[in-house]
């Protein structure tokens, strides 16, 4: 799907192992804390994490698919647009993840100023949900982010998506006022995390 360049910088892999779902489980099926001990299928699936260009195939796809499932929660100009050229000129990172070679997922992080990264297009798709992904994905980013000197990251998203939001809320961020105008809409809640061990937060755009 596309030429994948990755970037071994920072390889982070992960097996999960758990027991399979019924088919049709709903308590598995996108839900990443399920309860998957009532089978006794084991297996093993290996996730993987990488760097791939924003222009490539991969990309388009999922955030493709991504803004599929957005339009049916949000009106059209609910969403807004990644600009790629823009997102390249300030060397932003688009990561996805990978079963066996199969993309699943990604993240991508957007340099707002020199302490502050923008997370968007987080997306699981929706077969894979469940594995642990999102939260794969949000560590290796968080951990790239202070790699590259940021103090603090921040997004926004939209007030449906209650299974991301519980992912932030329980990996550290807290709910902020939105921080510029694309971030201010009816439908949008955002959020904060300090990556320094003090725990200091700066304005954004400062």
């Known amino acids: ?16 192992r758990f027991e399979r779902c019924g088919a049709g489980s709903s308590e598995c099926m996108g839900n990443p804390t399920a309860n998957l001990n009532h089978t006794s299928t084991e297996f093993v699936m290996n996730l993987e994490v ?14 493709a698919e991504l803004e599929v499932e957005l339009r049916q929660d949000y009106p059209p100009h609910y969403i807004h647009e990644l600009d790629v050229t823009s997102f390249e000129a300030v060397d932003g990172i688009f990561l996805v993840c990978l079963v ?10 957007r340099p707002l100023d020199p302490d502050t990264a923008e997370l968007k297009r987080m ?42 939001i519980d992912l932030y809320l329980a990996s550290g961020y807290e709910s902020i006022p939105p921080y510029n105008k694309a971030a201010d809409g009816p439908a949008s809640v955002c959020f904060r ?3 320094g ?10």
């Open 50 to 63: 990488k760097s791939i260009s924003i222009r490539s195939a991969t990309a388009t796809t999922l955030v």
């Open 1 to 16: 799907m596309g030429n994948v360049t990755s970037d071994s910088t920072f390889p982070w892999k992960k097996s999960t």
């Open 193 to 195: 995390k300090a990556l």
């Open 197 to 206: 061990p003090g725990g200091e937060t700066f304005p954004v755009g400062s």
């Open 100 to 109: 066996e070679d199969n993309p699943i997922g990604c993240l991508a992080l």
């Open 123 to 164: 997306f699981v798709r929706r077969r894979s949900r469940g594995l642990g992904a999102a939260r794969l994905m949000l560590r290796e980013m968080e951990s790239r982010a202070m790699a590259k000197g940021f103090k603090q990251i921040v997004l926004e998203t939209g007030n449906q998506q209650r299974t991301a």
